[in-house]
C-alpha cells in the first residue's frame, strides 16, 4: 500500500471512529417515538406484533416435513429453551462455518431436522416463528459472542456500516452514528440498534425483520440493494447486534 | 391463519365501566392499489365488526377501505351481569372470526 493510501485509509478509519456513540448515551428506538406510538408497543393487548407471536406458538408444535418433526419435539418448552437464544444471534453455525441471523437459523433446522422445505425469507410463518423466539428473550440484554472465529464477521459488518454508498454517497454511520435524533423529513433519525426485531411497522403495515428495514435504508440512499440472506446483510446484523451489546430486547417492537 | 385477540377484563363489579380491546388480523387490502403490471389488486377488508354481551349487541363498526391492516377496536361497557361476549368480525371474501370471551360480574 502506497503512503498516500495509507493515510487516506487513516482518514477513512479516523473519521468513521469520531462518530461512535458512547455505549451511556446509545437509545433504542423506542425511546424516539412517540408516546401513542410506545403504548401501542407496551401493551400486548394492542400490540399487532403479538398476532405473530401467537402464530409462532402455534407453528412452534405443528409437525413438518418428512421427519414429521415440530421445534417443540427437540427443543421443549420455547419459554424454556429459547430464552436469551435472539439476543446473541447473528451466530456462528460450525458446521456450515457460516454466520446464520435467526431466520436462517430457523430454516436450517427445518431442512437438517424436519427435513422440510425452507421458509421464504419475510412470509409469515418465518417472520411468526421468529417473532415467537425472540420474544421468549424480551427485557434480556443483547449479546452476541464475538470471538476470534466471529471477529472477521464483524468487521466486515462494521466496514459496512462505514462504507459510503450509493447514489448520495452515505454511510449507514453518517446518519446513524452522526446524526441521529435530528430530522430526516418528518422522521427522527434512530441511533439504529436492532432492540425490537422482527419489528411492527405501521409504514409497512405489516410484521418484517431486520434485514427487511436495513434494505430500505439502503433502497434509500439509493445503492445497489443486498439479497435478504445475504453475507453482507447478515456481517451488517452482527455488527449492529454488538453496537447495541447491553440493550434490552423488546420483541415484537412497534415502529412508526 | 385468521387471528383474533380479545382483552376483556376477566372480573368487574357491578356498574363499572370496562375497555374490551380487540384486534384482528387482517392486511386491509384498500382495492385501490395496483400491482407492478398495473393490474388493480381486488378489496379484501372486514366490512363490519359487533359485540354482544350475553345476546346484546354493545358494540357495533363499519370499517372502510382506509382503515389500517389489523385494526385495534376499543370500546367501554358497563358490565351488568356475568356472562359472554361474543365478537364477531364479518369482511369479503367470506372472512369471518368468531371470538367468545367470559366475564365474572360481582
Given at each position: 500500500?502506497?503512503p498516500r ?26 425511546d424516539?417515538?412517540?408516546?401513542e ?17 401467537l ?10 416435513g418428512?421427519?414429521n ?23 456462528l ?17 427445518r431442512v ?20 415467537y ?7 434480556l440484554?443483547i ?9 472477521p464477521?464483524l ?41 425490537g426485531?422482527?419489528?411492527y ?13 436495513l434494505r430500505?435504508?439502503v433502497f434509500g ?7 435478504l440472506g ?12 454488538w453496537r447495541?451489546r ?6 415484537p417492537?412497534?415502529?412508526? | 391463519?385468521?387471528r ?7 372480573r ?11 384486534l384482528a388480523?387482517?392486511?386491509m ?42 385494526p ?8 351488568t351481569e356475568?356472562g ?23
Amino acid at each position: 500500500m502506497s503512503p498516500r493510501l495509507l493515510l487516506l485509509a487513516f482518514f477513512v478509519v479516523a473519521g468513521a471512529w469520531a462518530g461512535e456513540i458512547p455505549l451511556e448515551q446509545r437509545r433504542s428506538g423506542y425511546d424516539l417515538m412517540s408516546r401513542e406510538t410506545q403504548k401501542i408497543q407496551d401493551d400486548d393487548a394492542t400490540n399487532p406484533g403479538m398476532l405473530w407471536v401467537l402464530d409462532g406458538e402455534a407453528l412452534w408444535s405443528a409437525r413438518a416435513g418428512t421427519a414429521n418433526r415440530s421445534c417443540a419435539d427437540c427443543h421443549g418448552d420455547a419459554k424454556a429453551s429459547m430464552k436469551g437464544v435472539a439476543a446473541r444471534y447473528p451466530a456462528l453455525d460450525a458446521t456450515r462455518g457460516k454466520l446464520l441471523n435467526l431466520e436462517q437459523r430457523i430454516n436450517a433446522c427445518r431442512v437438517d431436522r424436519q427435513k422440510a422445505s425452507p421458509l421464504p425469507y419475510e412470509s409469515k410463518e418465518l417472520l411468526a416463528l421468529e417473532a415467537y423466539v425472540a420474544r421468549q428473550s424480551r427485557g434480556l440484554p443483547i449479546a452476541p459472542k464475538i470471538d476470534a472465529k466471529t471477529k472477521p464477521f464483524l468487521e466486515a459488518g462494521k466496514e459496512a456500516f462505514h462504507r459510503r454508498q450509493g447514489q448520495l454517497n452515505l454511510s449507514c454511520a453518517q446518519c446513524h452514528d452522526d446524526h441521529w435524533g435530528k430530522k430526516l423529513a418528518g422522521s427522527v433519525i434512530p441511533q439504529a440498534h436492532p432492540t425490537g426485531y422482527p419489528i411492527y411497522r405501521l409504514e409497512w403495515q405489516n410484521l418484517g425483520s431486520l434485514e427487511r428495514r436495513l434494505r430500505n435504508c439502503v433502497f434509500g440512499i439509493r445503492a445497489q440493494v443486498p439479497d435478504l440472506g445475504s453475507e453482507e446483510l447478515v456481517d451488517l446484523e452482527l455488527y449492529l447486534m454488538w453496537r447495541a451489546r447491553g440493550m434490552r430486547l423488546e420483541t415484537p417492537g412497534v415502529r412508526p | 391463519m385468521a387471528r383474533a385477540v380479545v382483552t376483556v377484563p376477566p372480573r368487574a363489579k357491578r356498574g363499572e365501566i370496562v375497555e374490551i380491546k380487540t384486534l384482528a388480523q387482517h392486511s386491509m387490502e384498500t382495492g385501490f392499489r395496483r400491482t407492478q403490471n398495473g393490474e388493480l389488486i381486488p378489496r379484501d377488508i372486514i366490512r363490519t365488526f359487533t359485540c354482544s354481551y350475553n345476546g346484546v349487541e354493545v358494540c357495533r363498526v363499519e370499517l372502510h377501505p382506509a382503515i389500517a391492516a389489523n385494526p385495534l377496536i376499543a370500546f367501554t361497557t358497563v358490565a351488568t351481569e356475568s356472562g359472554a361476549l361474543t365478537f364477531r368480525w364479518d369482511g369479503d371474501n367470506g372472512y369471518t372470526v368468531t371470538e367468545i370471551a367470559p366475564i365474572k360480574v360481582e
